[in-house]
């Protein structure tokens, strides 16, 4: 088994030294258990808090242990009665080319539907906070407008595309001119707010004429405070991530913007995923359909080899992704 492991707590972007890349015997599975041979690993945001020794709604990952990560694969041992050699599974794998499981948390997958990646897009992890974040938390109208940040990103790209099934009038932010046209012209916004290059402020006036209903922010930071000051009355902002701030060395900036939640008696509220693990048969099987129906796209960023982890994680930071990052375990 290869796989990355913690070796200390990184301040700023991660480095290559804080992991130990190792090589170990294959794991044989006890009574209950089986082996999984990993083919795709998610690669997530949040694997970067995980990785700070700081109180949040999960533990952090110990020094040592191996990377916690999303992760498909297929079931190459079995002594679970639940699971057989030959099964495509989801489960939360790690950072690893095999793991050991006992199915806690474990689905079955079917390669047979959809290209195995697209089950750590939008039928996974990323379509699951998508659609609870907006629906539950955001709770957006037919003819309301909402924003969305990190737009050509996986949670934000499915975000809009669920926003404009609704009915919504649906603005992106993103970095580039060609992130911008692939969230208005592959993935149907209205529009498309390049940060790198435009003003956001003068962008969201012109675009969101009557104000923003429901703000969908992905990256905190200035950008989560240009939104707060175009928000409209009894607005709801999302606060689905902060990726800004994942890699701050110093404090978190916070909102000064905020006041405008009291003018607009509006709402910021937080959402983890993790709440919501009662729903997701619902939420999996209505996204599966819109997907079907050719409602909704699955784009997917595939990149090879598990020795590439620590500079594939990195992508993210540097938005060089568009849609949802997959690290394929083969070279
Ligand atoms: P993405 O696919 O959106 O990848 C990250 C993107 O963030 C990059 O491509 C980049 O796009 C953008 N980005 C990076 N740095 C900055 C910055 N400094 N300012 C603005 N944008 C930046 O990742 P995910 O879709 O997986 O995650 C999106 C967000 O959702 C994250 O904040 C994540 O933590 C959160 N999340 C929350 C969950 C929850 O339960 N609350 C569950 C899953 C994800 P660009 O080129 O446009 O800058």
Redesign the pocket.
Known sequence: SRQFRLAARPVGLPKDSDWEYREEELPDPGEGEFLVAVSHI?????M??WMNDARS?IPPVGIGEVMRAGALGEVVASRHPGFAVGDHVSGAFGVQSHAISDGQGVTEVDPSKVPLPVYLGVLG??G???Y??LLDVGRPQAGETVVV??????????AGQIAKLKGCHVVG????AE?CRHVVEDLGFDACID??NEDVAAGLKTHCPKGIDVYF???????LDACLARLAMHARVV????????NATGKVTGPSNYLALLVNRASMT??????YVERFPEAAAELAGWLAEGRLKAEV?VVTDLATFPEALL???????????VLQVAA
Request: proline share 2%.
């Open positions: 998610s690669l997530d945001p949040a970067r808090g709604y992890m990323t699951l906070t998508a609870f974040a940040s990190g737009a050509a990103g996986a949670v934000g790209g499915v932010i993103a970095g580039g992130k940060y790198k922010d992905n990256v905190g930071g200035d950008i606060i689905c991530g902060a990726i800004s701030q994942y937080g959402m983890v995923i993790f709440d960023d992508k993210l930071f540097r938005g060089e992704n568009t849609g949802k990052l």
